[in-house]
């Protein structure tokens, strides 16, 4: 939705980004403020401040916006990014319950789709179907798109703490990865290959930092490799990680799909799991229960997470003041199965 050029010439307009970063607000709050949405309750202090950032950087709202703001259908959209993946399930259903308990309706979409396609955004966004959205980052070249998107409507960020002008929940990746290296350190293992996803990401690197950190305070070394969160991607970088570093005794993955790759990698080579290799998966997912042998998974409180962006999208959307960050309460848990073992297991099968 293009805004007025005001005194400026369209390709100069500022952006309401502009304007919330000046004023030290979100981007919803912003937008409320400017357009004069009647339920938002914010301090005198704070719409001053919104009010003179956008007089100070010549920023007018958009007219069709203001309209919009004031319409309500009672639907929220959740965005993923792999509508067949299998975190959407758990998160899914803690969305649709806590929705349903505020009845409201969910609207599920490709994050990617309304993100990098104009016309889907338009159909998906267009003509006040939403009264907000909860939109899963992740992406590193995702944060403009997601910032343009939260100056049309009460937008909430998972997965990227920090990096939107949006409100942002997630659940605590670093404690995730942490556990899955603790699980292996336990078993006494000092010899750890990490497999990630995309470089870069958020969700990839608190997942390593928790896990090299757990390493490194107990002397142990980390080799890592990255790919991208698919099977076939996790197949490919064990067997990197095995030429590479043949001593490794146990690997974390950064989730179960990876996880299940890795594992098929290892026994191709001639390592059985858990008597020459172990793996711990961060993620936790029902498939795992027919894994050869069954994969040990760090279970993430995502139908939590779900409940959490859902509340907070509503608070928001009602005008309450809502955290900019939230981490979920409920703290992952490891889920003991058959893919590990102490390394003297390694040292006999030898």
Same mark, same amino acid.
């Given at each position: ?105 969910? /609207? @599920?979409?490709? +994050? ?10 338009? !159909?998906?966004?267009? #003509? *006040? ?111 990197? /990680? @095995?030429?590479? +570093? ?10 179960? !799909?990876?996880?299940? #790759? *890795? ?88």
């Amino acid at each position: 939705m293009k805004r007025p050029a005001s005194t400026l010439t369209k390709a100069r307009a500022p952006k309401l980004a502009s304007v919330a970063k000046a004023a030290q607000v979100s981007i919803g709050l912003a937008s409320r403020v400017l357009n004069h949405d009647p339920t938002v309750s914010v301090r005198d202090e704070t719409r001053q401040r919104v009010e003179a950032a956008a007089e100070r950087l010549h920023y007018v709202p958009s007219a069709s916006a203001r309209a919009l703001r004031q319409q309500r259908t009672n639907v929220i959209g959740l965005a993923v990014h792999d509508l067949a993946s299998t975190i959407v399930v758990d998160l899914l259903e803690g969305a649709r319950e806590q929705a349903t308990s505020h009845d409201y309706l969910l /609207l @599920l979409t490709d +994050a990617d789709e309304i993100a990098f396609h104009e016309s889907s955004r338009r !159909l998906y966004l267009g #003509g *006040a179907r939403i009264d907000g959205l909860i939109m899963q980052d992740g992406h590193a070249d995702l944060g403009a798109a997601i910032d343009e998107i939260a100056g049309t409507l009460p937008t909430v960020v998972f997965n990227t703490p920090g990096r939107s002008l949006s409100p942002g929940v997630q659940v605590d990746e670093r404690s995730a990865g942490r556990i899955a290296a603790e699980c292996l350190i336990e078993a006494g293992h000092r010899q750890i290959g990490f497999i990630g996803g995309p470089a870069g990401t958020y969700t990839n690197s608190a997942r390593l930092e928790g896990a090299a950190a757990a390493v490194a305070e107990v002397g142990g070394t980390m080799e890592t490799f990255y790919g991208d969160w698919s099977a076939p991607s996790g197949f490919a970088s064990m067997e990197n /990680l @095995l030429r590479s +570093a043949p001593g490794t005794t146990g690997v974390v993955t950064a989730n179960v !799909l990876i996880g299940t #790759g *890795a594992m098929a990698a290892a026994q191709a080579s001639g390592r059985q799991v858990p008597q020459n290799l172990s793996v711990v998966a961060v993620q936790d997912s029902w498939a795992v229960e027919f894994t050869t042998p069954r994969l040990t998974t760090v279970a993430l409180p995502l139908r939590e997470l779900g409940r959490c962006a859902v509340r907070t999208l509503i608070a928001y959307i009602d005008g309450e003041d809502v955290q900019d960050s939230e981490t979920v309460g409920a703290a992952p848990q490891i889920r003991p199965r058959e893919s590990v073992a102490a390394p003297a297991a390694h040292i006999e099968s030898n």
